[in-house]
Nanobody, 128 residues
């Protein structure tokens, strides 16, 4: 079964850290650009970070609001993508989703419609 399963969310105080995991099954993450998106209540889903399948097709993407605080990575042996969240702020509170780009061996895209496989999401809540 082709799917993405996120975990690692939780409730933390401002300044805290979390590590989100996205375990893929049914395909290999190493040949796809993989992204993290988030959606807060009443707001549109926004791209947070994306890791291209290869540095040769583009750079790793971070939204301006998370640059220097979040880090995306991939473990091909575990077929898993991670998002390390540091120095969390209350405005980071949202449901976080992992997603796979529609095209194999493509670069990153900030457009959610360029992704055709989504996980169920993991909630991150940051209190002040």
């Amino acid at each position: 079964q082709v799917q993405l399963v996120e975990s690692g969310g939780g409730s933390v105080q401002a300044g805290g850290s979390l590590t989100l995991s996205c375990v893929a099954s049914g395909f290999t993450v190493s040949v796809y650009a993989m992204g993290w998106f988030r959606q807060a209540p009443g707001k549109e889903r926004e791209g947070v970070s994306c890791l291209p399948w290869s540095s040769g097709v583009g750079a790793t993407y971070y939204a301006d609001s998370v640059k220097g605080r979040f880090t995306i990575s991939r473990d091909n042996a575990k077929n898993t993508v991670y998002l390390q969240l540091n120095s969390l702020k209350p405005e980071d509170t949202a449901m976080y989703y992992c997603a796979r780009r529609s095209s194999i061996r493509a670069g990153c895209s900030g457009n959610q419609y360029s992704y055709n496989l989504w996980g169920q999401g993991t909630q991150v809540t940051v209190s002040s």
